[in-house]
T-cell receptor, first 116, second 113 residues
Framework: GALVYQYPRRTICKSGTSMRMECQAVGFQATSVAWYRQSPQKTFELIALSTVNSAIKYEQNFTQEKFPISHPNLSFSSMTVLNAYLEDRGLYLCGASHRGSQNTLYFGAGTRLSVL | GEQVEQLPSILRVQEGSSASINCTYENSASNYFPWYKQEPGENPKLIID?????ERKQTQGLIVLLDKKAKRFSLHITDTQPGDSAMYFC????????????FGLGTRVSVFP
């Protein structure tokens, strides 16, 4: 079946530093990868959508300068949170899909980011 | 863009009864409506979904209904069990693979004996 792994599961970083998180798709080709943030008491905010052979599309309030994303192949994606501050805390979820699944997203367990 | 409203935010039901969650959306082009269940500390898991060419779908104690005219879709959990206690999120999307799902704010379902 389709599985998505995220690493690390939890991380703590100092305010102003950066943190990289990874997303691995197993058992299918991740044609598209969507990165979401789930903040405390909030729903899932879409950060950006990366589709093979297309430019990465960032949502309003999120920029490449703050959340650079790499999607080098059909099984791997990474995102970095640059200059993390308190408001960047939350659970970062990677959702991957493939052409055959249309818009069905398979989520990883997420990377929980705490900022000191 | 899309906006999804989900109600109620909290739902307490007695074991064995039904639980219903309602969502509305704004974008008439949305054609895919998944439901995710998220347990504490876990990733959200897809439990059922429906596409715009259907009005009803049922699987393993779950029923989803879609009313395209009203831009409304709903999840019904029949014969609730303690294991059904979790956060449930509805979402909507348009187009083919991962246009980006827009999620509702979630419903915390608690099943009590």
């Amino acid at each position: 079946g389709a599985l998505v792994y995220q690493y690390p599961r939890r991380t703590i970083c100092k305010s102003g530093t950066s943190m990289r998180m990874e997303c691995q798709a197993v058992g299918f080709q991740a044609t598209s990868v969507a990165w979401y943030r789930q903040s405390p008491q909030k729903t899932f905010e879409l950060i950006a959508l990366s589709t093979v052979n297309s430019a990465i599309k960032y949502e309003q309030n999120f920029t490449q300068e703050k959340f650079p994303i790499s999607h080098p192949n059909l099984s791997f994606s990474s995102m970095t949170v640059l200059n993390a501050y308190l408001e960047d805390r939350g659970l970062y979820l990677c959702g991957a899909s493939h052409r055959g699944s249309q818009n069905t997203l398979y989520f990883g367990a997420g990377t929980r980011l705490s900022v000191l | 863009g899309e906006q999804v409203e989900q109600l109620p935010s909290i739902l307490r039901v007695q074991e064995g009864s039904s639980a219903s969650i309602n969502c509305t959306y704004e974008n008439s082009a949305s054609n895919y409506f998944p439901w995710y269940k998220q347990e504490p500390g876990e990733n959200p898991k897809l439990i059922i979904d429906i596409r715009s060419n259907m009005e009803r779908k049922q699987t393993q104690g779950l029923i989803v209904l879609l009313d395209k005219k009203a831009k409304r879709f709903s999840l019904h959990i029949t014969d609730t069990q303690p294991g059904d206690s979790a956060m449930y999120f509805c979402a909507a999307s348009e187009g083919n693979y991962a246009q980006g799902l827009t999620f509702g704010l979630g419903t915390r379902v608690s099943v009590f004996p």
